[in-house]
């Protein structure tokens, strides 16, 4: 279990550093899928990882690592390009925090014993927030455009930067997929193929971008109510 889960975080690093490329390139639709991606592969490894009996330091250690490439690096590579144009002092600077907050993120993360986090994160998940700035990115660009952007969505896009790093590093608690699982209870495979069916046909009629944000979005504001109600009742 440990060797697939680990494989799998791999795949979740090779996303991220694709990503990267595709920045560099200035494909902003292939950039942020491979982060979406990521976010997908993520989620998957770290569901194996609890299914092993002896939980392994090694990728514990590797998760972190390789999230800091695939959703601090990458997403800020991703950014600084989109926006750096009318904005590249305070891109670069907005970025550099928010890099800096996510690295600060996984840092305690790795350091808090795991007994405090039976259904909850304390700050918002990196995958979180690399795909909320993926998603966005997903709205208003579609694979190879460096035309400029309207002066009002660089500004936009670093004042989410900044209030995505301020969560990262907060107290505020918000849902890990156990507490998810709990939250959906019976619910959670019918919600996971109503998930899947919703994707598919934004997919189609090519608003992934609109649905993949709506989702992030969805789950940074309920998220710290649900943890609240779960804890409340026990």
């Not at 002896?54 to 601090?72: A, I």
């Not at 790093?165 to 939250?183: I, T």
């Not at 992030?216 to 998220?223: D, G, H, V």
């Amino acid at each position: 279990m440990n060797f697939l889960a680990n494989s799998i975080t791999v795949l979740s690093l090779i996303s991220g550093f694709v990503s990267i490329i595709f920045s560099l390139e200035s494909h902003f639709t292939f950039a942020s899928w491979a982060i979406i991606l990521s976010v997908l592969f993520d989620g998957l490894d770290g569901q194996i990882a609890r299914k092993n009996p002896v939980p392994s330091e090694f990728g514990k250690e590797l998760d972190s690592l390789v999230d800091v490439v695939s959703f601090g690096i990458a997403p800020s590579v991703l950014g600084y390009i989109f926006v750096y144009r009318q904005f590249y002092f305070w891109a670069t600077l907005a970025l550099f925090i928010y890099l800096f907050c996510s690295v600060m993120r996984l840092a305690k993360y790795n350091i808090t014993p795991k007994e405090k986090l039976a259904n909850y994160f304390y700050g918002l998940p990196t995958t979180v927030s690399g795909g909320i700035l993926a998603s966005l990115i997903l709205i208003y660009r579609k694979g190879k455009d460096i035309s400029p952007l309207p002066q009002s969505i660089p500004i936009v896009f670093i004042f989410i930067v900044l209030f995505l790093a301020f969560l990262m590093v907060s107290r505020v608690r918000y849902l890990n997929l156990d507490g998810l699982k709990q939250f959906l209870g019976k619910k959670t495979k019918f919600t996971v193929l109503i998930l899947i069916i919703l994707l598919i046909q934004a997919a189609f009629f090519r608003k992934a971008g609109v649905t993949l944000f709506t989702l992030f979005l969805i789950y940074l504001l309920f998220s710290p109510f649900v943890v609240k109600r779960l804890n409340n009742t026990h």
